[in-house]
């Protein structure tokens, strides 16, 4: 490609400075114009993209600022490691029952207010109307805005949630329940059972300590047995497919597991924190 020259002295003849006729001053002058528009150009065209860059990085700010905030909020935690109920009362105005080796943690959500509690054991919910209620069992979790019910989840495999005021929504294992007052849920490693009707009326005058089973298997039983003192459960399985119908009291386990085994005809021994269950010699 021609390049084509540009004759210095020709530019500069036509450009007149008053008062000199000094070749050197009117370049310097004239290179001091041409870097001056330059410079102006440049800055016209980086404006917008620094006014774009700066807004953008003032939002992802205040956006990081608000998640750290809903994130490092205050979580409390209630545990409950006595041998009787503990009653507790959330900062929400909500009550909570705790029984016995149940821990709590809940948290609000600065961003959207949501309440979300997260427990492992066994807790009656007495929760004040507001902002949706979320609680996370072991075994799923359940949502609901002003209600009361009960949730028994020490672990994933077994558990069972009361409904008695309101409506309760449930997601266990993927399907999704919708419990009214009177309705109960029950799941197992066999499946999902319900809503079943139960009588909200009996079931409250049943004492806190005291558990009642209709033809339920007895790897349930022992599994909550087990929950609530800690300890590990060695059976066999033709032991835990055996079906219980009574009621026992759990405040003393020993005297209420000396009772299963008279009734289901087997022996048992707590060997420091395993609970091993044998098949009873004749």
């Known amino acids: 490609m021609k390049q084509t020259n540009i004759d210095t002295d020709q530019l500069i003849s036509g450009y007149k400075v008053p008062g000199t006729t000094d070749k050197a001053k009117i370049y310097q002058q004239l290179s001091r114009r041409i870097d001056d528009k330059t410079t102006h150009r440049h800055q016209d065209k980086t404006a917008p993209k620094t006014s774009y860059w700066l807004g953008t990085a003032v939002a992802a700010a205040l956006l990081l600022i608000f998640c750290l905030i809903n994130t490092l909020r205050p979580t409390l935690e209630i545990a409950n490691k006595e041998q009787t109920m503990q009653l507790a009362q959330l900062p929400d105005s909500s009550q909570v029952k705790l029984k016995v080796n149940t821990t709590i943690n809940y948290r609000e959500s600065l961003l959207d207010g949501t309440r979300k509690v997260e427990m492992t054991g066994e807790a009656y919910f007495d929760v004040s109307k507001g902002k949706p209620f979320l609680v996370q069992f072991p075994g799923g979790q359940l949502k609901v805005l002003g209600t009361q019910f009960n949730i028994r989840s020490y672990q994933a495999d077994y558990g069972r949630v009361d409904c008695y005021e309101g409506a309760v929504q449930l997601n266990i294992d993927g399907k999704q329940l919708l419990l009214h007052p009177g309705q109960t849920i029950r799941y197992s490693p066999a499946g999902v059972e319900g809503p079943l009707e139960f009588d909200m009326q009996k079931a409250l005058k049943i004492p806190d300590d005291s558990y009642q ?19 590990e459960l060695i059976a066999p399985e033709h032991i835990l497919e055996r079906r219980f119908t009574g009621t026992l009291k759990l405040t003393n386990e020993k005297m209420a597991l000396s009772i299963l085994a008279k009734a289901m005809n087997f022996n048992y021994e707590i060997n420091e924190t395993k609970l091993i269950v044998r098949e009873k010699l004749r």
Not at 213 to 231: D, G, H, K, M, Q
């Open 213 to 231: 089973w209709v033809n339920r298997p007895l790897s349930e039983i022992l599994s909550l047995i087990c929950a609530r003192t800690s300890y």
